[in-house]
């Protein structure tokens, strides 16, 4: 039992606090010292803020409860849309589980709260998409609602992130755009710190200086575009995962590497579901009057509407309406 502060006011735990009851939890949760990346977050203190000792307690052993000592978070909630044009309201706002909702209350991510950043991308008159990204959580930011309730769109991203150690600043926050793509992820490079260097080098030269974060998203994204992305996305995701599976075997990394991704080149939306121990990020999809969307959790109660996208696999939405499904496990067992 974390020890109590000497009030018995259920008042919200001061910001002051935070190193504090971290400290404490690292002594009674001992799967919180492999996550030093979690306590840096602002999800976390948003929680230590908003909430009092008891709730933050419980907060604390309900992670503990739901983290076997090698697991890692499932970070960040991301939305992608293909069909007629719409509001992007329609899916970033107005849903029961929004996709702002889900920046505060995530259903299906250890960390519910994911208020490192946003960001928003579509296509509109112009093959380059258009992005705007932000710090801010998603919730408490205004320009998002009006953007989202003005910008019609046939094809547009959203994500809200939960940080895995790099910095919140703009440049880290989803989607990231090169030409006429658009890419987003969910998910971890496992022990990333110790083959950062070796995975940038899967970078070519003329996409580094692209390159304006520190992310591992950004980093698999533009090995994925050197590798193919344009005329072969399959083999080229397939080919990026391997690279990096092999890099973390060489550093001997114990930790998985997962990913939930969407690529578009302004014309076909692409879905990839992921992960080296088999246990990839939620994602689910389902078409509706013609459109075609993707997302990290269904947007509303209908459940029974939404297919999970199986794990080690693609999806593809062609400009016919035809979605396809291809083994991307098998992609990458064949990946030279």
Same mark, same amino acid.
């Given at each position: 039992?974390?020890?109590?502060?000497?009030?018995?006011?259920?008042?919200? &735990?001061?910001?002051?606090? @935070?190193?504090?009851? $971290?400290?404490?939890?690292? @002594? +009674?949760?001992?799967?919180?010292?492999?996550?030093?990346?979690?306590?840096?977050?602002?999800?976390?203190?948003?929680?230590?803020?908003?909430?009092?000792?008891?709730? &933050?307690?419980?907060?604390?052993? %309900?992670?503990?409860?739901?983290?076997?000592? %090698?697991?890692?978070?499932?970070?960040?909630?991301?939305?992608?849309?293909? !069909?007629?044009?719409?509001?992007?309201?329609?899916?970033?706002?107005?849903?029961?589980?929004?996709?702002?909702?889900?920046?505060?209350?995530?259903?299906?991510?250890?960390? *519910?709260?994911? !208020? #490192?950043g946003?960001?928003l991308?579509?296509? !509109?008159?112009?093959?380059?998409?258009?992005?705007?990204?932000?710090?801010?959580?998603?919730?408490?930011?205004?320009? $998002?609602?009006?953007?989202?309730? +003005?910008?019609?769109?046939?094809?547009?991203?959203?994500?809200?992130?939960?940080?895995?150690?790099?910095?919140?600043?703009?440049?880290?926050?989803?989607?990231?755009?090169?030409?006429?793509?658009? /890419?987003?992820?969910n998910?971890?490079?496992?022990?990333?710190?110790?083959?950062?260097?070796?995975?940038?080098? $899967?970078?070519?030269d003329?996409?580094?200086?692209?390159?304006? !974060?520190?992310?591992?998203?950004?980093?698999?994204?533009?090995?994925? $575009?050197?590798?193919?992305?344009?005329?072969?996305?399959?083999?080229?995701?397939?080919? *990026?995962?391997?690279?990096?599976?092999?890099?973390?075997?060489?550093?001997?990394?114990?930790?998985? @590497?997962?990913? %939930?991704?969407a690529?578009?080149?302004?014309?076909?939306?692409?879905?990839?579901?992921?992960?080296?121990?088999?246990?990839?990020?939620?994602?689910?999809?389902?078409?509706?009057?013609?459109? /075609?969307?993707?997302?990290?959790e269904?947007? #509303?109660?209908?459940?029974?509407?939404?297919?999970e996208?199986?794990?080690?696999?693609?999806?593809?939405?062609?400009?016919?309406?035809?979605?396809?499904?291809?083994?991307?496990?098998?992609?990458?067992?064949?990946?030279?």
């Amino acid at each position: 039992m974390l020890q109590q502060p000497a009030s018995d006011s259920p008042e919200p &735990v001061c910001a002051q606090g @935070l190193a504090r009851i $971290l400290s404490q939890s690292r @002594l +009674q949760f001992p799967q919180f010292a492999a996550l030093p990346a979690f306590s840096n977050t602002r999800s976390l203190r948003t929680v230590i803020v908003n909430n009092s000792f008891t709730e &933050v307690e419980q907060f604390l052993r %309900t992670m503990y409860d739901r983290f076997p000592e %090698t697991e890692q978070t499932e970070m960040c909630r991301w939305i992608a849309y293909r !069909g007629e044009p719409v509001l992007m309201e329609t899916l970033v706002a107005d849903p029961h589980h929004s996709l702002i909702a889900q920046s505060l209350r995530a259903a299906e991510s250890v960390t *519910t709260t994911n !208020g #490192d950043g946003f960001g928003l991308g579509w296509y !509109g008159e112009r093959a380059i998409p258009g992005v705007y990204r932000e710090i801010r959580p998603a919730w408490s930011d205004e320009n $998002l609602r009006s953007i989202c309730a +003005q910008v019609r769109s046939h094809l547009f991203f959203a994500h809200v992130r939960a940080s895995t150690g790099t910095a919140s600043v703009r440049a880290n926050c989803h989607p990231f755009a090169y030409k006429q793509h658009m /890419f987003m992820h969910n998910g971890q490079i496992g022990g990333y710190v110790a083959v950062k260097r070796r995975v940038e080098d $899967l970078i070519p030269d003329e996409l580094y200086t692209h390159r304006s !974060g520190t992310t591992d998203s950004e980093a698999i994204f533009l090995a994925a $575009l050197g590798a193919g992305l344009e005329d072969e996305p399959l083999r080229a995701m397939a080919l *990026t995962l391997k690279r990096i599976a092999d890099l973390m075997r060489a550093a001997n990394v114990g930790e998985p @590497l997962r990913l %939930t991704a969407a690529h578009t080149d302004g014309k076909i939306l692409r879905a990839f579901r992921w992960a080296s121990d088999a246990r990839a990020p939620s994602l689910y999809w389902r078409q509706k009057n013609g459109a /075609f969307i993707v997302v990290s959790e269904p947007l #509303d109660e209908e459940r029974g509407c939404w297919q999970e996208v199986p794990q080690g696999c693609a999806l593809t939405a062609c400009p016919d309406g035809q979605v396809r499904t291809e083994s991307l496990c098998e992609a990458v067992r064949k990946a030279a």
